[in-house]
């Protein structure tokens, strides 16, 4: 089992990973913005994808459009805050699946993850 | 809280004081008139980390002053603001209230809550907008009883990520649901399985039953499903909620917060991958060596070869170490711009700083320890340096001042350059009060430059007045204290009614020393080779004897102390060719001292070992070094044995 993690900020991606540390036979990739996690999309076959919206060079939503008009067919999370409602729209509109709104404590990010794929 | 927990918080704050760092040099680089969408967007980016961060890792506190930042930011990008410089004026003490937080939170600290809520209601009274903090809890509620849902998916909704079964599943998690398939839906053998045609009737009974709740798990598929029939009655209930921000008017952000040093910091992988590389190479190159033939002998063919690699590879992981050290003098930097906007607004100056070299490399303990230091020269210069508008038009120069800084590499050192075109140095007012305080004696034969140079003197200030800026108590001579603590050396140019140059020349790296070895009677000694000026060979009749003592030595028309190391460190002199004693010429501040040694042995670089740590502090040696035969050898402090003949008299 496969994630990719596409946030610019360090602290954050630990987070996710340190919150999915309990499972072993998770993998997660880390990507430091849209257009890395691209590349990342090349090497690897993701079983979800948790991404940032507000990012450098290539932002969650420019990401999340360019990964479904590459066949991308696994469940895309995006990472906002509240006050980024709009945000909802138009992560819908590119192709996410649902949301994880930020801040976020660990129990309430597995669970979302749980909606879309088995962790063990 | 886990260790773990603990080092993201570390990571988060490190972070945000990279942010912080981003928002302050982008709000003092942009152009107020017509702020560049793309700046606005970096500041943006950057305090949205923060508070998704702060509200992540629990510092709930600046999640509020962070969020209105946020909103204002907004609100300038998409034109419903317009940027001021007051505006601009409001979001740097925020920032500085957010520094002095974060510090608190580095530090286990109580944050200084009422910092908070004044700067968010500075904040708070730009914004024409209220804040939608609450937007979310301003939703009206609506409750249902019985629901009966048709759900029929998309046919193509499993290449977008969607399974229906999970969105059931998540339903049934929020309500108690009984569900139908629809027979006529079920798909033949023959069908596209992957194209989904199936319809569900999904029903829920009970009261109350939320909506909101009830529609989440539809949410994000409303475009690729047909949801039909609620049959509900409704019920609403209102639960909106103020915020109130507390009406704290004071002016918060002034609080001197302490300095955050980090202790951790960011390598490009690309230097380790050479480092891991080089070791891979020591690796063959030691294979290499202990090869032996069939009869368990070392064959010594190829060990000249062996060792010669061995010495290059040794040179090439030494300079990788080094340079993992090495971060931009840029974050020492950084600071600059804002200290010349803040100091030259009060004095009410008009002052253009120009920055070069930014990005010249040094080691990271240098770069941070030099930080006070640029910042002392650099209010002075702004305060003492710069004239006035009024003083410069009558002196025939433009109105407004210029600082230029610039760092730039030369000779295996780091130089930072703080020139301003100014009114320079009053050398006379100098002399007279360096008199006056008896520093100097009347006696006493000193070039213009050296007379400027007593600004570094202990104590002394020449400003007028001591004014708000630069009266702090501090002088300049503990800016020159820093510097030489730092292996460094800092000169003065200044042309009276022109300006003035304030030259930093500083070590690339504090771990490693260019000696030159030394012998004296039995004793092997590392003299930093950037001290010595040169070597001669003493000729006793160039020698001066004060009280039957060899004092001073005649070089060309030089008279020059001499200290005798066999004497100050106690060592038998058995040599018997007295003839063959060489005096090495020696620097510091200008001054020149010459030490009596055995004889020069060769130069190589020496790791140095503190002796504070090791031993104890000993006066005249500034550490100690291990040599190639397994000695430890001491290294000379020439400052201190310098002082110990001079004084302390700089």
């Excluded at chain 1, 945000?87 to 879309?116: D, S």
């Excluded at chain 2, 600082?403 to 703080?418: K, P, T, W």
């Excluded at chain 2, 670089?605 to 040599?627: E, P």
Aim: glycine share 6%; with cysteine.
């Amino acid at each position: 089992m496969k994630i990719l993690v596409v946030d610019d900020s360090k602290s954050i991606r630990s987070l996710i990973d340190f919150s999915l540390d309990e499972f072993q036979e998770l993998q997660i990739v880390e990507g430091i913005h849209g257009a890395d996690a691209l590349n990342r999309l090349d090497e690897h076959d993701f079983d979800l994808i948790l991404s940032d919206v507000n990012m450098p060079i290539m932002n969650g939503i420019e990401f999340t459009t360019e990964c479904r008009k590459r066949g991308i067919t696994c469940p895309i999370l995006i990472l906002t805050t509240e006050s980024e409602s709009s945000m909802k729209a138009k992560g819908k509109a590119a192709g996410a699946n649902g949301w994880i709104v930020k801040p976020f404590q660990p129990e309430a990010l597995i669970k979302t993850i749980r909606k879309f794929i088995d962790l063990v | 809280m886990s260790l773990d927990m603990a080092a993201l918080k570390q990571t988060f704050l490190e972070e945000s004081f990279e942010g912080l760092q981003i928002m302050e040099s982008g709000i003092l680089e942009i152009n107020i008139e017509t702020p560049d969408k793309e700046e606005i967007n970096t500041i943006f980016r950057a305090i949205h980390s923060i508070k998704g961060g702060a509200g992540t890792f629990g510092f709930s506190e600046i999640v509020g002053l962070t969020h209105v930042f946020e909103n204002i930011l907004d609100e300038i990008r998409n034109q419903k603001l317009i940027l001021t410089v007051e505006i601009n004026d409001t979001f740097l003490q925020s920032i500085d209230a957010l520094e002095g937080i974060l510090v608190s939170y580095q530090n286990d600290e109580e944050p200084d809550s009422q910092i908070i809520s004044v700067v968010t209601n500075e904040l708070q009274m730009i914004t024409s907008s209220e804040s939608s903090i609450d937007d979310q809890e301003g939703i009206q509620k609506q409750s249902v009883d019985n629901v009966s849902i048709i759900f029929k998916p998309d046919q193509d909704i499993l290449n977008t990520g969607n399974e229906p079964i999970r969105i059931i599943r998540d339903l049934h998690s929020v309500a108690d649901i009984s569900i139908d398939i629809d027979e006529e839906s079920i798909p033949t053998i023959e069908d596209d399985l992957l194209k989904i045609q199936l319809k569900w009737n999904i029903a829920i009974s009970g009261k109350d039953i939320d909506l909101e709740e009830i529609k989440e798990p539809f949410e994000w598929i409303e475009d690729e499903c047909e949801i039909l029939t609620f049959d509900f009655v409704e019920k609403t209930s209102n639960s909106s909620t103020d915020i109130e921000y507390e009406n704290n008017k004071k002016n918060a952000s002034k609080k001197e917060s302490k300095v955050a040093i980090s202790t951790t910091m960011r390598v490009d992988t690309a230097r380790i991958d050479e480092l891991v590389n080089l070791v891979g190479e020591l690796v063959i190159t030691q294979s290499m060596l202990s090869q032996k033939d069939d009869n368990g002998q070392i064959i010594t063919k190829d060990i000249e070869d062996a060792l010669a690699t061995l010495d290059r590879q040794m040179r090439e992981l030494q300079d990788g170490i080094i340079s993992v050290r090495m971060v931009p003098i840029n974050s020492a930097f950084s600071r600059i711009p804002r200290i010349v906007r803040d100091t030259s607004k009060n004095l009410n100056k008009e002052i253009i700083l120009n920055i070069s070299g930014e990005n010249t490399e040094v080691d990271k303990t240098v770069s941070e320890k030099i930080t006070d230091p640029l910042v002392h020269i650099i209010r002075n210069a702004v305060d003492h340096g710069i004239e006035s508008s009024q003083e410069r038009i009558d002196a025939g120069k433009q109105p407004n001042g210029t600082i230029n800084v610039s760092a730039y590499h030369q000779g295996g050192n780091l130089m930072i350059d703080i020139s301003d075109d100014g009114g320079g140095v009053n050398t006379e007012k100098v002399y007279e009060k360096a008199l006056q305080t008896g520093v100097i004696q009347k006696s006493d034969n000193l070039s213009t430059k050296e007379i400027n140079e007593l600004i570094f003197a202990p104590g002394f200030s020449t400003a007028d007045v001591v004014s708000d800026v630069s009266g702090r108590g501090v002088g300049m001579d503990v800016v020159k204290k820093n510097i030489i603590s730092l292996k460094g050396e800092i000169e003065l140019f200044s042309e009276e009614g022109k300006g003035s140059l304030f030259r930093i020349k500083l070590p690339l790296t504090l771990a490693i020393l260019e000696g030159q070895l030394a012998r004296v009677g039995d004793q092997v000694f590392v003299f930093p080779i950037l001290s010595i000026l040169e070597s001669i060979q003493l000729k006793e009749d160039h020698v001066k004897y004060v009280q039957g003592i060899p004092s001073i030595y005649k070089l060309r028309d030089e008279f020059i102390p001499i200290i005798n190391l066999f004497e100050r460190f106690k060592i038998e002199d058995n040599s018997t060719n007295k003839n063959k004693r060489l005096l090495v010429i020696v620097e510091h501040n200008k001054k020149k001292i010459a030490l009596r040694i055995s004889e020069l042995l060769n130069q190589q670089q020496v790791v140095i070992k503190n002796l504070d740590k090791n031993y104890k502090k000993t006066d005249g040696f500034s550490g100690a070094t291990i040599l190639g035969d397994g000695k430890v050898s001491l290294i000379l402090d020439i400052a201190s044995i310098a002082q110990e003949e001079h004084g302390n008299d700089l």
